[in-house]
């Protein structure tokens, strides 16, 4: 199993370019989402998705879009990047969404570095 | 407002020492609360869940405690490894299981 699998690694983008962060995840799992990393702060929820079709908003939002048109599949989109959106994004996947236990351990990938100048 | 504190934000230990590292959290009502180990430039590990109705979960050499009533936890480390070395975040899931409340993280550096 390959797990979570985040493209690019890596990204630099002026401001205002559009850009989408890849997500996919090879484990059959229902619930993915993706976060944001910034220094000093936790990690902060900015789409969630439960299951083919179906999104929803987390904590931050704003300036991100997201679909989920396979349960394998979960893109980020930056429609007018801006330096505040420079930070660290990584996508994440569990079995459901509150499940407990070893079956819903929740998988992380390695993340994308996106730096907005 | 929904809020994860950890402390110490950061802490060093000889390598064999044990130590604890402490949450307090006041997102209410919650579903489970989660420990993670986040190596540097990776993404975070899941080490332990619990519900609000259990005390205690080990993990090998990690245990995580949860004292619903107070909203504190801890993460008990024994015998440290250098591999132990990476920054340890607490996170509380809200009621729905959706939306997930992530601490800042306790850098601990565990030295020969």
């Known amino acids: 199993n390959a797990g979570v699998t985040q493209t690019p690694k890596f990204q630099v983008l002026k401001t205002g370019q559009s850009m989408t962060l890849q997500c996919a995840q090879d484990m059959n799992h229902e619930y993915m989402s993706w976060y944001r990393q910034d220094p000093g702060m936790g990690l902060r929820l900015i789409h969630y998705s439960v299951g083919a079709g179906i999104t929803d908003q987390g904590e931050v939002p704003n300036g991100y879009n997201v679909s989920r048109s396979t349960t394998e599949d979960f893109p980020l989109r930056l429609l007018s990047a801006a330096p505040s959106q420079t930070s660290v994004y990584f996508c994440?996947?569990?079995?459901?969404?509150?499940?407990?236990?070893?079956?819903?351990?929740?998988?992380f990938g390695a993340g994308t570095r996106l730096s907005v100048l | 407002k929904n809020q994860v504190e950890q402390s110490p934000q950061s802490l060093i230990i000889l390598e064999g020492k044990n130590c604890t590292l402490q949450c307090n959290y006041t997102v209410s009502p919650f579903s489970n609360l989660r420990w993670y180990k986040q190596d540097t430039g990776r993404g975070p590990v899941s080490l332990t869940i619990m519900t609000f109705s259990e005390n205690t979960k080990s993990n090998g050499r990690y245990t995580a405690t949860l004292d619903a009533d107070t909203k504190q936890s801890s993460l008990h480390i024994t015998a440290s490894q250098l591999s132990d070395s990476a920054s340890y975040i607490c996170?509380?899931?809200?009621?729905?299981?959706?939306?997930?409340?992530f601490g800042t993280g306790t850098s601990l550096t565990v030295i020969p």
């Open positions: 994440a996947s569990s079995y459901s969404r509150s499940g407990l236990g070893a079956k819903n351990i929740q998988y």
């Open positions: 996170v509380v899931s809200d009621f729905t299981g959706n939306q997930f409340y």
